[in-house]
């Protein structure tokens, strides 16, 4: 069985405040890591998707970095706003279409 | 383009009963994924569609099952409704087939069927 875990589960700052999440997956086999953002009634929305190692990459104040050898995946949020506000999944992609999600860190950003 | 849609968004259904949703793909994508979500055990995946074939099978029981059409559209079917079942499922389409040469496809997520099983 796969295990792809996240943390924090959960995680209140303030407004400005700059924050990162851990996204932990087996790194044999490694195919591809996704990350997605998740707001509260909405779908979920595709941040990046990561297949080398030392790959990172950045999506305005979004950014995520990928270590395949020790298996975990960084992502940052610089200067955080209130819209920032989600819960952000990280998921294992095998060979094919299939994701492995953990468990998901929910981000509450406060005014 | 339109993203992906799923029907009907709230359900209602008793033990025992069985349940069809529906998920229509980005045009153009013909790859269809099912996920589970649950308080408990989070996102898991069900099953992938690509070209009116089953690829990949999550862990679930044979109550579950799927089918995609020509149109690329799919249905979940899930029979003999149990209470555990209550869960939000949704779906993800995929321009791309997936596999070693092609991980790094990105997944769209519709906004999901809620079911509720009483």
Redesign the interface.
Known sequence: ILNVEQSPQSLHVQEGDSTNFTCSFPSSNFYALHWYRWETAKSPEALFVMTLNGDEKKKGRISATLNTKEGYSYLYIKGSQPEDSATYLCAFGNAGNMLTFGGGTRLMVKP | KA??TQTPRYLIKTRGQQVTLSCSPISGHR?V?W?QQTPGQ????LF?Y?SETQ??K?NFPGRFSGRQFSNSRSEMNVSTLELGDSALY?C?S?PT????ST??????????TRLTVL
């Open positions: 993203g992906v790859s994924s996920y989070g996102l898991q995946f992938e690509f690829r990949n999550g949704l993800a995929s087939s997936g596999g070693a991980t790094n496809n990105e997944q769209f997520f519709g906004p999901g």
